[in-house]
């Protein structure tokens, strides 16, 4: 979606059609509709016998309702703030937004983001009781806003820190679009793709920051790799850049790593620690992970073990002797800052 770009086409006197404000901001026809319905965010004359046409201010207004829903604002709230902002906004105002607020940014999270809503997200998402940070940015990767996504990470990094961002609003925004994805069939694959492509880039931009900036610990260095036949990476790369934001070493094999290679990178690195991610119960191997586990390395004489870390969800809840299961990355990292037998 691009709403910055004034459109030459359009005649200020005229106005645009709902379809044409539909495909400019991103949003349904129908989601128009409703909130016109609902909020009173409709065009101001409805000329009789013809199509509503939506004026440069009613425009202004649709785009401040985006801005506001984007950074997790409740639509209720939201509509009446947009309905105020075109108050004041001029009657020669474009599809041009208005400037963020100093200090701000465009979608700086609101103070009460804080707190966890349980109202229904607009993003078509099951999301359940998660803060509004989270419903923003579900809206955001719905209407494929792919600023507001952005900025909307990079807001949440600044206020709440990697580790609480990734556990209370990227992880549920990204299980609520897998949901989706499975139960809608082809729908929602594009939203997929573009939240899981923002997340592993702002993501790894904290690791790369935090690599140069940091002093790394001299200690060996702690492996993170997928199982075989495995694709699902970023709560491994969520956890590779808390680990380089503490100082702490490590070596990211990233998605399906073969047998061989993950054994032989044991052998030859002598880690002091392997995580090893399953998100789902087809591609977690018990036998490989105990195998890992029971892999010696170091001069002769003095040969040691790493620890092995199960994380995700293809690891169900079973019992596995003599491995650590964390149930999430505060948990991983508490273990791993931990040190060995």
């Given at each position: 979606m691009d709403v910055r770009a004034p459109d030459a086409d359009i005649a200020p006197e005229a106005g645009v059609s709902t379809?044409?404000?539909?495909?400019?901001v991103g949003v349904s026809p129908t989601t128009l509709r409703s909130w016109d319905r609902r909020y009173g965010l409709?065009?101001?004359?409805r000329p009789a016998g013809h199509h509503r046409r939506w004026t440069p201010?009613?425009?202004?207004?649709?785009v401040e309702m985006c801005r506001l829903t984007a950074a997790g604002i409740p639509p209720a709230e939201a509509a009446r703030a947009a309905r105020e902002h075109a108050g004041e906004h001029s009657a020669h105002a474009?599809?041009?937004?208005?400037?963020?607020?100093?200090?701000?940014?465009?979608?700086?999270?609101?103070?009460?983001?804080?707190?966890?809503?349980?109202?229904?997200?607009?993003?078509?998402?099951?999301?359940?009781?998660?803060?509004?940070?989270?419903?923003?940015?579900?809206?955001?990767?719905?209407?494929?806003?792919?600023?507001?996504?952005?900025?909307?990470?990079?807001?949440?990094?600044?206020?709440?820190g990697l580790v609480l961002t990734w556990e209370e609003?990227?992880?549920?925004?990204?299980?609520?679009?897998?949901?989706?994805?499975?139960?809608?069939?082809?729908?929602?694959?594009?939203?997929?793709h573009l939240l899981s492509w923002h997340v592993s880039a702002t993501i790894r931009h904290v690791y790369v920051s935090a690599a140069l900036t940091r002093r790394v610990s001299p200690s060996s260095p702690v492996v993170l790799a997928c199982l075989p036949q495995e694709q699902h990476t970023l709560a491994l790369e969520a956890l590779n850049a808390a680990?380089?934001?503490?100082?702490?070493?490590?070596?990211?094999?990233?998605?399906?790593?073969?047998?061989?290679?993950?054994?032989?990178?044991?052998?030859?690195?002598?880690?002091?620690?392997?995580?090893?991610?399953?998100?789902?119960?087809?591609t977690a191997s018990t036998p490989l992970a105990q195998h890992v586990a029971e892999t010696r390395w170091g001069v002769r004489g003095a040969r040691t073990r790493s620890r092995v870390l199960l994380c995700g969800p293809g690891w169900r809840r079973t019992q596995h002797p003599g491995l650590l299961r964390p149930g999430g990355l505060l948990e991983a990292l508490s273990m791993l800052d931990t040190p060995g037998p």
């Open positions: 379809g044409f404000l539909a495909r400019r409709g065009p101001a004359t201010r009613d425009v202004a207004m649709v474009t599809l041009t937004p208005p400037p963020p607020p100093a200090g701000g940014g465009a979608l700086a999270v609101p103070a009460a983001s804080s707190r966890a809503s349980a109202s229904r997200s607009g993003s078509g998402l099951p999301l359940g009781n998660v803060r509004q940070e989270c419903r923003g940015l579900a809206r955001a990767a719905v209407r494929l806003d792919s600023v507001a996504v952005q900025e909307l990470l990079t807001a949440s990094l600044r206020v709440h609003i990227l992880s549920p925004a990204l299980q609520a679009v897998g949901r989706k994805w499975q139960s809608a069939g082809d729908r929602y694959v594009e939203v997929e680990l380089a934001q503490r100082g702490v070493a490590t070596l990211m094999l990233g998605s399906a790593v073969p047998v061989e290679a993950l054994l032989a990178a044991v052998q030859r690195v002598g880690p002091s620690a392997v995580v090893l991610w399953s998100q789902s119960a087809a």
